[in-house]
């Protein structure tokens, strides 16, 4: 993966996590860069959202990105909130000696993902940021996106190129709490294109809601999410064309954290039609895509359609179910009433690493989208198992 314009980005194992796999994750703009993010709206978060958000008032512009794994270091008390700060401070001081150049702390954000309420291992972390400092490269992103996994099972990378060359690179962990609010996830965007502060601050909040914030695996939110993008500015690039291709990234990070959903056999894909309004067909979507029973109907290649139908009214969006058409895998199987379909031919199209649900509402003419996986009894395991 090819990074853009000015970015290096590096991912080293420092023993965080037990496992002994990278864990420390650095990412590098060589300039000061514009910068929009979201955060977790979950009430009980970890000290890398609260200081995300203090940095996000002051408008400032960024420099860099460093990221722990195997360890929230939330619900930590004071100690957690220092060892954060260390963090920002450690990787500033790594990569201005590297460079011959300063970097302060507040130009660094910072990340944490993984078990909740276990104290830092600072000396390994410490020694990651350097080793991570030592190994900057433009083509680091790969090592980047694979340092910030927990129980994911592969690495979430995106990338687009616009026209006159500007690119736009992202990555992003999640598989297990997910459930956003902006479940553990994290994402991050970097871009060359020179796109204006306040046009990514306004835009991405948008961008969020309609791809990451349709995604559920589990139905938790997670006390650490932050999605961030960075721009520095270093192309001239078509905003409008920067945008599309922003959400286009958004979106399909968002279809593979879904795919790596814990103990997942299938990537669950929502599209709802026929809404009152945009809001209303987001809402029914993922209600669709969370449901349990919905989700344990597709590991188990079951076209139930009334499952679909309840999750949706639970929501309590306007529909009219003497008009509201069901589709699934492309077959229909309720058409203002139960249609006739071949049952065995709907499962075996249903045994496939992606399942289409579509819901026509019959209310009005909005539509919008939700991803999920299926359920299975091997989250059951992974979850029950996490700590122990």
């Not at 598989?175 to 990514?200: C, E, F, K, R, W």
Request: aromatic share 4%.
């Amino acid at each position: 993966m090819r990074l853009p314009e000015g970015f290096r980005a590096a991912g080293v194992a420092a023993g965080v996590k037990p496992s002994g796999r990278p864990d420390v994750a650095l990412w590098v703009a060589d300039r000061p860069s514009a910068w929009a993010a979201t955060t977790t709206r979950n009430r009980f978060v970890a000290a890398c959202v609260t200081r995300t958000r203090a940095l996000y008032a002051t408008e400032a512009p960024i420099r860099a990105i460093v990221v722990n794994a195997g360890n929230a270091n939330c619900a930590t008390g004071d100690a957690g909130v220092r060892d954060d700060a260390e963090l920002a401070e450690r990787a500033a001081a790594a990569v201005g000696r590297r460079d011959g150049a300063p970097l302060a702390p507040n130009e660094v954000v910072t990340g944490s993902t993984g078990v909740i309420g276990v104290p830092m291992p600072m000396d390994a972390v410490r020694s990651g940021i350097d080793a991570a400092a030592d190994a900057l490269s433009p083509a680091g992103g790969e090592g980047f996106a694979t340092a910030i996994l927990t129980t994911d099972l592969a690495t979430k990378v995106a990338e687009r190129t616009l026209p006159g060359g500007a690119r736009v690179v992202g990555v992003a962990k999640g598989s297990g709490m997910i459930h956003p609010n902006m479940a553990t996830m994290l994402a991050y965007v970097a871009t060359d294109a020179d796109v204006p502060q306040a046009t990514l601050r306004a835009a991405w909040p948008g961008i969020v809601d309609r791809s990451f914030n349709q995604l559920t695996v589990d139905g938790d939110t997670s006390t650490n999410d932050m999605a961030i993008v960075m721009a520095n500015g270093a192309r001239p690039a078509d905003v409008e064309a920067f945008l599309e291709a922003l959400e286009a990234i958004a979106v399909e990070l968002t279809e593979a954290i879904a795919a790596d959903g814990e103990g997942a056999t299938t990537l669950l894909r929502v599209r709802v039609e026929g809404a009152a309004s945009d809001d209303e067909a987001r809402v029914a979507a993922r209600g669709v895509a969370s449901s349990s029973l919905v989700k344990a109907a597709v590991y188990g290649r079951d076209p139930n359609w009334g499952r679909i139908l309840v999750a949706a009214g639970g929501t309590r969006v306007a529909m009219d179910a003497a008009t509201a058409r069901v589709t699934v895998q492309g077959h229909r199987v309720y058409d203002g009433g139960p249609a006739p379909f071949d049952a065995a031919r709907v499962a075996a199209d249903m045994n496939a690493r992606v399942v289409d649900l579509e819901l026509d509402l019959g209310a009005g003419a909005a539509s919008g989208r939700a991803w999920g996986c299926d359920l299975t009894t091997q989250y059951v395991h992974i979850n029950a198992d996490y700590t122990t």
